[in-house]
């Protein structure tokens, strides 16, 4: 899930407390789309907005359709955008792009499942939404993994998940820029390092600095299905550390940095240590894709693209 989806849901909770906000779910996508399936826009008869469809021609139109009652608010309703090129022209959606929209009139009898929805996204725990299309009734089931979106016309199943969580391990150079893209990329970014000193100078962004052993700080913020582990240091008593605790989680990616000869001679290290032979063949290393990257802003490039190649192709969260 998204951070700006988890901010429409805090805002569609504060705002039930004076009006009936609408909720827009992009249920149908067909071709080109400026956004995913189950990407989401809560929205106010007075034109206050947060999260996003599109790239905000959308948006604007459904505003000027919502004040003008053209909607109803007895059940959720289906709109669709995109259904010809003058329509796709004017909103300035993709060429040949088609959206349909799920719009649910919210009521104070959702703020219960809108809360508990915030709470286990807190918790980081994965929970799906049930809609029926006929009645608007909304109902809640917890679930192990994250699942892809449903609808079938009668119904809607969304799973709402925590944001993955991406733990560098080791606050160099290297760390500053891969916090930067991961943030960009909508990661919760950790740093941890047990020297003080690199925490202290840390230059980088705004990111939670956590100092500590690694395999502690593992154990404490990232060992679920919905966490990323790198480690950075260059230190093998550091690194192989932190890959002996987090190559034993539940972590979706674990990646080391560095050259072949360096994971050649750290992998021998892990099976001295009886890491066992499937753990270590979780270990991404060298982390990153093979584009020749030599910079620290190249190499944070390189991670960030193989696990973006790896989520699109997976069912990661």
Known sequence: MQAVDKEVLKHALAW????QPWLCTIVKTLGSSP???GSLVAITDDSR??????????????VERLRAGEFSCEQPELVEYGVNAEENERLGLPCGGRITLLLQRLSEIDAPWVTAVLTALEDRRCIERHVELATGATTLSPVAHFTALGFDDQRLRQCFGPRTRMLLVGGGQLA????ELGMAMDYEVIVTDPR??????????????????????????????????????HDPRIDDMALME???????????????????KRLARLRQLDVPEWQIARLHAPVGLDIGSKTPIEIAVSIVAELTQIRSSSAAP
């Not at 039930?16 to 009006?19: A, Q, S, Y």
């Not at 840390?202 to 480690?231: C, F, K, N």
């Open 246 to 264: 987090a190559l034993g989680t539940d972590a979706w990616y674990v990646g080391a940095l560095g050259s072949k000869r360096t994971t050649e």
């Open 16 to 19: 039930l407390g004076e009006t």
């Open 49 to 62: 907005q947060v999260g996003s469809v599109s790239g905000g021609c959308v948006e604007e139109d459904l």
């Open 196 to 233: 003080q000193h690199f925490l202290d100078q840390w230059q980088g962004p705004a990111v939670q600095l956590v100092q500590g052993m690694p395999d502690d700080i593992i154990r404490e913020y990232a060992s679920d299905q919905h966490s990323v582990i790198i480690t950075l240091t």
């Open 35 to 37: 956004r995913p399936v």
């Open 176 to 179: 500053h820029n891969l916090a």
